[in-house]
């Protein structure tokens, strides 16, 4: 009797324990797929990242002989070494955009398109305040300029792109 008894006790205990790690494996699997979950990537996401990677790499430009003043304001001056040309953005889908050069700001892109007047050298789109993915596209330029080329895609998700201006 006593035997019996030792065995039922031991069973239940056995029983007890197994229950216990059953449940500790279904929490572990359901908060793996939740860890799964946040740390997948969406597709589309995914390919805009890859395609702004190979279509407009960061380029690494020294450029020491670079001398460039701004013009008074009240007047225009002939023999300033600044050039101004025309560009014209446009973003898809309409975005506050925000448009850097020389740490100052030239612009923000919340009606879809805007036309500017920047210096050769490095342009950035901020897009660190929008939370989906856009499409920056070049639609008017200077016929003096070679780059960026007309019709040019930048795509911004999140983040800060840069445009190379010059001739």
Do not use: H
Request: glycine content about 6%.
């Amino acid at each position: 009797m006593r035997r019996r008894r030792f065995n039922f006790q031991f069973n239940r205990l056995f029983q007890q324990g197994e229950r216990q790690l059953i449940r500790l494996i279904v929490l572990g699997s359901v908060i793996l797929v939740i860890v799964q979950f946040g740390l997948a990537r969406e597709p589309v996401q995914f390919y805009l990242q890859m395609a702004r990677e190979i279509e407009s790499p960061y380029l690494e430009l020294n450029l020491t002989e670079q001398t460039v003043t701004a013009p008074a304001s009240s007047q225009t001056d002939s023999t300033a070494q600044t050039r101004l040309y025309k560009i014209t953005l446009k973003a898809t889908p309409n975005s506050p955009v925000r448009v850097f050069q020389n740490d100052q700001e030239l612009g923000i892109l919340t009606k879809g398109e805007l036309g500017l007047a920047v210096q050769a050298g490095i342009i950035r789109l901020d897009a660190g305040k929008v939370k989906q993915p856009i499409q920056v596209q070049v639609i008017k330029l200077d016929p003096r300029l070679s780059q960026p080329q007309l019709n040019r895609i930048f795509y911004c998700n999140g983040d800060i792109q840069e445009i190379w201006i010059g001739n």
